[in-house]
Every structure is written in structure tokens, then in C-alpha cells.
């Protein structure tokens, strides 16, 4: 099988690696040879992803079996519109992918009625809030948390209005009502419209940085059993009205008492390396199960599943951008299982949020 990964980020290398493993010829294309996917993967060509005439082009030229991403709202779309052209194998249509990827259409799709959503209101220049204050702003299409803000009156919103507005490619900002509680992520899996796998862990983040994510803890404990189930039963009816059947969806919810709120969803597995630690967690590697069930329909890496899930967290070393990799001060617990830099010594920290960036990342376990 040859498989064609858009982008080359080291979330793109993390299904570079796996498709390696499986026995696939490995392709990658990015706009610069800029990313750790493009250094190990068979072939690589400077390609704008969303060039869907060029990148059709390489796939017939090479002729690739499934162009795919991991971890990028921008791939997504793209990947599942090539794929429906092409006759070739996708998860969702290019239609759930581009909705899940404009967050205030993902809202007007899930309607009122659907458990789970919020009020919002979409706005492409600045006027009065209806939202309830306190609010979040944020661009309606942007994603890798970038301009996001937390506004308790008029004045702060217009305040940020500008900044979260550049960046959103169709120049709208979606103002939320914000939800008091924690912070979850939510990794699933849906065969055939029925939700297959549910894992909830906590999503801390920095507290100087509103929604910029510090570490993950696998099993969740900031929620109740309860509020866990209705997370599964929500998901599933999200997932289903969106025509989401099959594949990986990784929600970002926020739970008030027992009741969760969709914050964020998409039909892919999230940009945080969440596979590395939940295979460790929970005996399911969801990078494989993605690629044999898009390859091979195979779906038997879910039958893996390990009795009780192992407590593990996944953390973040984060710096301003701008700045250059030092890796001496960046301080690897003994006990970590498993590490990885994003940057050699002495390179610049990129500006993805243009906040904090992610630098790397550590996993390792915690007492039960």
C-alpha cells in the first residue's frame, strides 16, 4: 500500500512511523521540507496541501491507495475531498470534515436540540454581544489554539476582536458562552454509527494561557461516572448528526456538575500524540487501528483492551516562540517512559499559537 500523509509536523510523524511499521510506502508533502514526517517517510515533496490540483496530480503521478492526515483540521478537509474525487478509501465526507473545521457551522449543525452544545454567535466585525458573559472568543476556522481570549465585558471583546479575528481564513470570530468547570479531552472510536471506544482523560492547561494545553491525565478524575456516560452519549449523537459513522473523533468538552459541553470536535485523532499514551494506558494502539480499518476495514486492534486503564500523563515542555531549543533546561522526570523533542539545540521556536508553543513532550506513569 502506498499512503500519502498531508503535512510533516512530528504529529504527522507519529503515522509516518506506525504505516512504516504496517509495511506501507510512506509519502509526505508539506510547503517546506520543515517537519520531522518529512525526514523519515519514503518520499517527500514540497506540496501545498491545499493545492487539491497539484496534490491530485502526485497521487495519480505515484499512484498513492489513501492520502490521509493526523492531527490537522487544515489536512482534513482536504484529505477527504481528494479521497471523494478519487474514489478512494475515507472515514467522513469532505462536507463532516469542512463543518467540524468552521466551528460556528459545527454549532448551527448540531442544532439547539443536540445535549451538549452551547450559545454562541458568529461575527465578522464588531457589534454587541448576546452571549452571556463571561465568553470565549475565537476565530470560527482556526486551529493549534491560536487566538483565543477569555472577555468578561464589552470592552474586552472589542479589545481582542482584531487579533482573533486574523486568524480565521473566512474572517469571522465565534463568541461562546463560557462553561465553568474542567477541562476534558475525549478520544473515541465509531464503527458503523455505534461509539466503539470512549477515553476521558483531564486536559490541564496553563493558567496564563487561556485553552493552551500543559498536560493531559489518563484516566480522567475531574469528572463523575456519571458524567462520563452522558460524554459517551453525547459524542455518539454529535458524531451521528454530523455523519461522522466511522474513524477516529477527538472532542474537547468542559463538565459543569455532571453535565459536559462540546467545546471542540473533530473527526481525526488530535494533534497531542494522545495514541502514545492511551496504547500504554489502555492496550489499544489507535494510530494502527486507524490505518487497518481505513486500509484493511480491519478493526480488531479494539479487541485489546486492557481490563482497567493504567494512570499515566502526557506532558508538554512549552516556550515562547521566537526563542531557541535548549534542551538542558527542560527537566525529564526519571521515570518517564517515553520522551521526544519537537526541536534540535539551538533552532527558533516556531509561532503556531504565537503564545506558547509546544516543544516536546514526556509520558510517564502515576500512582493508581
Not at 211 to 235: D, Q, T, W, Y
Request: a negative charge; proline letters at 4%.
Amino acid at each position: 500500500m502506498k499512503v500519502l500523509i498531508l503535512g510533516v509536523a512530528s504529529v504527522q510523524m507519529d503515522a509516518v512511523l506506525e504505516l512504516k511499521k504496517m509495511g506501507c510506502e510512506t509519502y509526505t508533502i508539506a510547503m517546506e521540507n520543515d517537519g520531522p514526517a518529512a525526514e523519515i517517510s519514503d518520499y517527500f515533496d514540497i506540496i501545498n496541501i491545499l493545492d487539491e490540483e497539484a496534490v491530485v496530480k502526485h497521487i495519480i503521478k505515484n499512484g498513492i491507495n489513501v492520502v490521509y492526515s493526523t492531527g490537522s483540521d487544515l489536512a482534513m478537509p482536504a484529505a477527504c475531498k481528494i479521497s471523494e474525487r478519487l474514489g478512494m478509501p475515507h472515514f467522513v465526507s469532505y462536507e463532516a470534515a469542512y463543518i467540524c473545521n468552521h466551528k460556528n457551522v459545527m454549532r448551527r449543525a448540531l442544532t439547539e436540540e443536540c445535549e451538549g452544545n452551547i450559545p454562541y454567535q458568529v461575527m465578522n466585525k464588531i457589534g454587541q454581544i448576546d452571549v452571556e458573559y463571561p465568553a470565549i472568543v475565537k476565530p470560527s476556522d482556526s486551529q493549534g489554539q491560536r487566538g483565543i481570549f477569555l472577555v468578561h465585558s464589552q470592552a474586552e471583546f472589542e479589545a481582542c476582536f482584531e487579533e482573533a479575528k486574523r486568524y480565521s481564513r473566512e474572517g469571522k470570530v465565534i463568541v461562546e458562552k463560557y462553561i465553568e468547570g474542567p477541562e476534558v479531552s475525549v478520544n473515541g472510536y465509531m464503527v458503523n454509527g455505534v461509539l466503539k471506544l470512549l477515553v476521558a482523560s483531564d486536559r490541564d492547561t496553563w493558567p496564563q494561557y487561556t485553552g493552551l494545553i500543559h498536560r493531559h491525565v489518563v484516566p480522567g478524575k475531574k469528572f463523575s461516572k456519571e458524567a462520563e456516560n452522558r460524554m459517551a452519549r453525547i459524542l455518539e449523537e454529535a458524531c451521528n448528526r454530523l455523519g461522522i459513522l466511522n474513524g477516529p473523533v477527538y472532542f474537547q468538552m468542559k463538565v459543569t456538575g455532571n453535565q459536559p459541553y462540546i467545546i471542540e470536535m473533530t473527526p481525526r485523532l488530535d494533534g497531542c500524540h494522545m495514541w502514545n499514551i492511551l496504547e500504554r494506558a489502555t492496550g489499544i494502539n489507535m494510530m494502527r487501528l486507524v490505518f487497518k480499518h481505513l486500509l484493511y476495514n480491519d478493526v480488531s486492534e479494539l479487541n485489546k483492551a486492557a481490563e482497567k486503564v493504567t494512570p499515566m500523563e502526557l506532558v508538554f515542555w512549552c516556550q515562547e516562540p521566537e526563542t531557541y531549543m535548549d534542551r538542558s533546561k527542560l527537566e525529564l522526570p526519571m521515570d518517564a517512559v517515553y520522551h521526544f523533542y519537537y526541536y534540535k539545540n539551538g533552532e527558533k521556536i516556531r509561532p503556531v499559537n504565537g503564545r506558547y508553543e509546544k516543544i516536546g513532550y514526556y509520558i510517564r506513569h502515576l500512582e493508581g
